[in-house]
Nanobody, 125 residues
Framework: VQLQASGGGLVQPGGSLRLSCAAS????????VAWFRQAPGMDRQFVAA????????YYSDSVKGRFTISKDNARNTVYLQMNNLRPEDTATYYC???????????????????WGQGTLVTVSS
């Protein structure tokens, strides 16, 4: 089972990026999915999540209104659309998935059993 995150890169403040997370060896169809990020020297923190039933999404206050998480079951891929990026969004972004996550644990790293390898996002002029 592998989750492969991609789409990171260097972008100017105010710009946009879309991260992708593709799964092999499992399907996202019944999974809760999430994105976390880790800035240099900092702990990994929650960014966004989608409940396994779909239709319910949850965001950290720092990205609410700028980032959107989505899932394409046909492509077995999870996305994170990031708009109006700020320098403080610079981090390595990780996707995560698990079929057992309940609503109250969507933001908890410990709730997710499957993780991608991370993709680096750098926001700088």
């Amino acid at each position: 089972v592998q989750l492969q995150a991609s789409g990171g890169g260097l972008v100017q403040p105010g710009g946009s990026l879309r991260l992708s997370c593709a799964a092999s060896g499992r399907t996202f169809r019944r999974d809760a999915v999430a994105w976390f990020r880790q800035a240099p020297g900092m702990d990994r923190q929650f960014v966004a999540a989608m409940h396994r039933m779909g239709g319910y999404t949850y965001y950290s206050d720092s990205v609410k209104g700028r980032f959107t998480i989505s899932k394409d079951n046909a492509r077995n891929t999870v996305y994170l659309q990031m708009n109006n990026l700020r320098p403080e969004d610079t981090a390595t972004y990780y996707c995560a998935a698990d079929p057992s996550v309940i609503s109250s644990s969507l933001a908890s790293q410990a709730a997710y059993g499957y993780w991608g390898q991370g993709t680096l996002v750098t926001v700088s002029s």
